[in-house]
């Protein structure tokens, strides 16, 4: 009996060890020896549900994610590139498959991880919200966003021509950070809500609070791509009537929003607008010298981790700094990647990428589709890789260690959940 629980607790403090490592880092001063032990502890939870439980990851995705990591490390042969580096760029992947496993066991044997895990992350999301409320209503001068050696002290860039109105960063270091995580918890909180099973007020309240944290990091792409989400799903399931609540509770947001002041409102609804009319304008800006980046790295690129988030210390590069050089560059994931394994090794990501959305899917239809319990799981699952493959386009989001969390969590869960099904059906046939 003791035993039973240990995939619950692990995947619980997995998913909040580098949430708190971003509060030590943010609030306490702390070094990036906050994130090495949050990777410590997440790799020897990790070690442990595997000795015990073990490891079951499809055999193609692994073989797509090798071959992108074997054109990654082969690169350094030729470039000469510090070979840590390597570990830099392995770590978003590391991380990612070691909460998989964590997920996958925890989904499969513990029946109520589902409602635990919401249960972490409504925490957190009503703390990350909080935050950034507080970041704005304390004004561009106050102690917290003032932090000595970040650009902005700490916050972002103002909007909607309001001096005081700013994307802030909340409990993260960066605000991308803070709007692509908002991303993810509004998956797992507003898919529920799109379900015809009755919800009571709670769930319907932490959905309001993920959209106002998604709407609040002015975060553009985020806001685009759950809607795009939610219309896809809505058309998939032909649910059209649900996506009233989504109406309602937004409608509820911009009412509280306006009421609070008309001129918040406005500037939010213009970025927000903004983001879908300037969408094709930025993706063309960001990735414009791709053929640049495509010459200048056919098969092997500079080397894995070259051009990831934090590699500067030991040696990398900023993408669109080094590439203007030659006059490439452009903000966009896809052409980091390339420009770090090749086009080979890209590839290989991509065809890893769209392997996972191939088993989250089938796991959705062979559950029962919309009429299967648990299926936002199966969706986010879906969902959340081809929102990071869009917003790869102009941002760097696939070497950032958190995305890479939250993805192989959704599809842990989603693997779990599918195992736990198949376990429960031939336990059926069994008895049959």
């Known amino acids: 009996m003791l035993k039973r ?10 998913i909040s060890a580098h949430l708190i490592a971003e509060v030590l880092r943010r609030f ?15 790799l020897t939870a990790a070690l442990v549900v595997i000795v015990g439980y073990g490891i079951r990851l499809d055999k193609r995705i692994i073989i797509a994610f090798g071959i992108y990591v074997f054109f990654g490390v082969a690169s350094h042969l030729g470039s000469g590139h510090p070979i840590i580096l390597v570990a830099v760029g392995l770590r978003p992947l590391v ?8 997920a996958e066991v925890a989904f499969s044997r513990v029946p109520d991880t589902s ?11 009503v703390i990350i919200t909080v935050v950034a409320v507080y970041q704005i209503e304390a004004g561009v001068s106050a102690p917290i966003n003032q932090i000595e050696g970040l650009p902005r002290g700490g916050r972002g860039d103002p909007y909607g021509g309001l001096d ?37 007020l709670g769930v319907l309240l932490l959905a309001g609070c993920a959209l106002f944290a998604v709407l609040l990091s002015g975060q553009r792409a985020a806001f685009v791509l759950l809607i795009l989400a939610v219309l896809g799903i809505v058309l998939l399931q032909k649910r059209g009537r649900l996506a009233l609540r989504l109406g309602t509770l937004l409608t509820a947001i911009f009412g509280v929003v306006a009421a609070a002041n008309a001129r918040v409102l406005e500037a939010v609804v213009d970025r927000v ?6 969408g094709f304008e930025r993706v063309a800006e960001q990735g414009a010298g791709w053929s640049t980046g495509f010459m200048t790295y056919p098969l092997l690129g500079e080397g894995l981790g070259f051009f990831s988030l934090g590699a500067e210390p030991f040696g990398g590069e900023i993408y669109y700094s ?3 050089r030659f006059g490439g560059g452009g903000e966009n994931s896809w052409l980091s990647i390339q420009g770090e394994v090749g086009i080979l090794g890209v590839a290989a990501f991509a065809v890893g990428l769209l392997l996972i959305v191939s088993r989250a899917l089938r796991a959705y239809i062979r559950s029962g589709g919309p009429n299967g319990r648990n299926w936002e799981w199966h969706i986010a699952a879906a969902v959340f890789p081809l929102a990071l493959s869009l917003w790869a386009l102009t941002h760097h989001v696939f070497s950032n260690y958190l995305h890479m969390i939250a993805l192989f969590t959704l599809f842990g869960a989603s693997a779990g959940l599918e195992r736990r099904r198949l376990l429960s059906q031939a336990n059926a046939d069994g008895r049959g």
């Open 273 to 278: 607008v903004s983001g879908f009319l300037g």
């Open 28 to 42: 306490l001063g702390w070094s990036d020896l906050a994130y090495g032990l949050a990777d410590m502890f997440v």
């Open 164 to 200: 005081w109105l700013f994307r802030p960063t909340s409990i993260f270091m960066h605000t991308g950070r803070f709007g692509q995580f908002t991303f993810f918890l509004a998956l797992i909180f507003v898919l529920p809500i799109l379900s015809r099973r009755r919800h009571n």
């Open 115 to 125: 409602r635990r895990l919401r249960a972490v992350l409504s925490v957190w999301l």
């Open 322 to 324: 080094y590439m203007g």
């Open 5 to 14: 629980p240990l995939p619950n607790l692990a995947l619980s403090s997995a």
């Open 95 to 102: 991380l990612g498959i070691a909460v998989y496993a964590i």
